[in-house]
């Protein structure tokens, strides 16, 4: 488990490097570092979960980096199966979590179900939501921990 900061660092580099993902990671910066359209806890707390998942899941983080995306689109009828299997894996969970020994990322999924829709496992009912940040996050997160 990594802190934010490490994943906005990591997406600093993919900027600087110009490549396939610059783009999902600029907008990863905008969307949690400039918190445009309030959305920053809802990136902070995507990165955490994303993390949590794919350490639990380390097939899917291979199936991911396998495929030529910016961002993984859960609500694609396609990939129906892995936004299955993260409803499932998120149903269960609650509370703060991220302690690494003597650092507290600060992550929580309470918080991240009461910004994510009912697609994703979360509550949210009424405006944005944090899916589109999850599936920004969830492919960084691959990529960065591959």
């Keep these: 488990m990594r802190s934010k900061e490490w994943f906005y660092g990591q997406c600093v580099a993919l900027v600087r490097e110009t490549n396939d993902l610059a783009g999902v990671a600029w907008r990863a910066l ?3 570092v400039e918190g445009i359209d309030n959305t920053r806890g809802h990136m902070n ?3 955490g979960v994303a993390q949590a998942f794919l350490e639990d899941r380390p097939d899917i983080k ?4 396998e495929l030529n995306l910016e961002a993984v689109n859960l609500s694609d009828p396609a990939n129906d199966d892995l936004r299955q299997e993260f409803v499932d894996w998120v149903a269960d969970k ?3 979590f991220g302690q690494v020994g003597k650092h507290n990322f600060g992550y929580n999924f309470d918080t991240f179900k009461s910004v994510a829709t009912p697609r994703l496992g979360g509550n949210r009912t009424d405006g944005g939501g944090a899916d589109n940040e999850f599936h920004i996050a969830l492919r960084l997160v691959a990529h960065f921990t591959e």
């Design 30 to 32: 905008e969307l949690g």
């Design 45 to 47: 707390h995507s990165i």
């Design 62 to 65: 291979d199936q991911l980096n």
């Design 94 to 96: 609650a509370d703060a």
